[in-house]
């Protein structure tokens, strides 16, 4: 395994995290729980009023604590000069979300299931599987703030045929959350790393997204949306392809580039604070032909607890 140089801007991203935590933490107290409600079910109550992201959904994982279901629908098209030579693939999936208490969460992040239509290949099968938990360390609700680390581990058991069942990897993440009135920010570090080196790459993960609710306090509330993803390849496999497999899957290749970025542009629909209508077109920034992020469309639907 080939490790590569720690990206400044990958560097940048977990500092800016850490800077932010530590000043909230300067001026922040832990909300104090009830003590006739334990959370289950229920969660963290007091941030209603904040969206879910909804770019990079595997691994762009919100500070909140709740209890729901999270539909998934992706339309990602490759670039025709990129090495998987045009195409694209389709996912269903499904995600689920169990507050255990007000701050612990068992979160299943990725299962369902791909059509895939390259170039170089045709098959559709099982994507693999991923779940882990979080815990709210700091819920400031004065300030409107959250901060949240967890960790996920994915299983290698999905079908080969759709890129899938590449690597095992654990990938810990811390995720923030700031209201600033109608407008809401979160953010999230994610660092995967794969239990076999030669199988599966490190990677780092950032996530930005901004949401800004037009008309707060309505029964069905709209909210336009702007995201910045980043994706940085921190190690290389022992696999001759030279893109790497972004959100979608660790393909433990040697990718040519190790920085990839692309936006999201789309809004949400918050309907009585339990169902969350969300639709994002996304496009690469970065060269589209250095790797496998050309465009994309995400449709989601939250029903929560």
Known sequence: MATKPMSPSFLSA????????????AQAQPAEAKPDDSGFLTGLRGFEHFHEPLGQPLY??????????????????????????????TVYALQARLALTERLAFIATKDGYSELESGIA???????????????????????????????YQARNGDTSVLQGRADEFSPFVSVAKGYGRTHLLGNATLRVPVDGDKGNTVGHWDLHVDYDVNPGAEAVFA???EIHGVHYLSDGNA?????????????????????????VGARLEIVKRFELGFAYEF???????DIMDRRITIDFITRW
């Open 60 to 89: 762009f994982e919100s500070p909140f604590n709740d209890t729901g279901l999270r539909f998934l629908y992706l339309r990602h098209d490759f670039s025709n000069q990129s090495t998987l030579q045009g195409g694209n693939v």
């Open 122 to 152: 045709q098959s559709d099968g099982w994507n693999d599987i991923a779940a882990g938990f979080k815990y709210v360390l700091l819920a400031d609700r004065e300030n409107d703030f959250v901060l949240t680390p967890g960790i996920r």
């Open 14 to 25: 977990f500092a800016a995290t850490a800077i932010l935590a530590g000043s909230a933490l």
């Open 240 to 264: 001759t392809l030279d893109v790497g497999g972004l959100d979608y899957t660790n393909l433990g290749s040697m990718p040519a580039k190790s920085f990839v970025c692309w936006a999201g």
């Open 284 to 290: 690469a920034l970065t060269d589209p032909d250095d």
């Open 224 to 226: 336009p949306l702007l």
